[in-house]
């Protein structure tokens, strides 16, 4: 099946410093990704949709200066978490929809990285 | 609000049991999506229903899709220990490449 690569799994920071998430897919292509963002218990919550070779698109509320997506291939998107403070602390999961033609639909289903638990003190 | 709402919110039975899982939804959808997620990691895709379609198998899971009443049910059969983990439900809007929209999952524990 198809495989999305997150990295790190996990990381500290300390405040004010940026943090760099990368998702890969690593045996298809991706258009496009999407970053979610989860709180413990609680749903995703869509932040932005990564286009490859494009400006992402960012849903109501998320400060695109505040969370930089680049999506420079068809198999890398990274989001970037500028001057992290403490309330930035979560997990953040990307995903990545099949753009080779594999899934029998337009809206098909999301292969999903690991995620990526941060943990800005 | 989210599209999908998933419930229960938690669910536990015993080992063996089946499990029952509902999920409503609020607009017109192109298709619904359930998937699972362990504590802790990525949500991994279990079976995709279209809205033209009303009941769905793979394995142990039985899916079904009532768009008069905008819902969908997840059947997981013959429970094991392992099916342990949160179950979310998400819908697709009408058009190509839309997004999905989770609902707030349901916890599964399913006892030894």
């Known amino acids: 099946g198809a495989v999305v690569s997150q990295h790190p799994s996990r990381v500290i920071c300390k405040s004010g410093t940026s943090v760099k998430i990368e998702c890969r897919s690593l045996?298809?292509?991706?258009?496009?990704m999407f970053w979610y963002r989860q709180f413990p218990k609680q749903s995703l919550m869509l932040m932005a949709t990564?286009?490859?070779?494009?400006?992402?698109?960012?849903e109501q509320g998320v400060e695109k200066d505040k969370f930089l997506i680049n999506h420079a291939s068809l198999t890398l998107s990274t989001l970037t978490v500028t001057s992290a403070h403490p309330e930035d602390s979560s997990f953040y999961i990307c995903?990545?929809?099949?753009?080779?033609?594999?899934?029998?639909?337009?809206?098909?289903?999301?292969?999903f990285g690991e995620g990526s638990r941060l943990t800005v003190l | 609000s989210q599209q999908g709402e998933e419930d229960p919110q938690a669910l536990s039975i015993q080992e063996g049991e089946n499990a029952t899982m509902n999920c409503s939804y609020k607009?017109?959808?192109?298709?619904l999506q359930w998937y699972r997620q362990n504590s802790g990691r990525g949500l991994v895709h279990l079976i995709l229903?279209?809205?033209?379609?009303r009941e769905k198998h793979s394995g142990r899971l039985r899916v079904t899709l009532d768009t008069s009443k905008k819902s969908s049910s997840l059947l997981i059969t013959a429970s094991r220990a392992a099916d342990t983990a949160s179950y979310f439900c998400?819908?697709?809007?009408?058009?190509?490449?839309?997004?999905?929209?989770f609902g707030k999952g349901i916890t599964l524990s399913v006892r030894p």
């Open positions: 995903s990545a929809r099949d753009s080779t033609g594999r899934s029998t639909s337009n809206t098909g289903e999301l292969f």
């Open positions: 045996d298809f292509q991706a258009t496009t």
């Open positions: 990564s286009n490859e070779g494009s400006k992402a698109t960012y």
């Open positions: 607009t017109s959808i192109n298709n």
């Open positions: 229903i279209r809205s033209n379609e």
């Open positions: 998400a819908t697709a809007l009408t058009g190509a490449n839309s997004k999905l929209t």
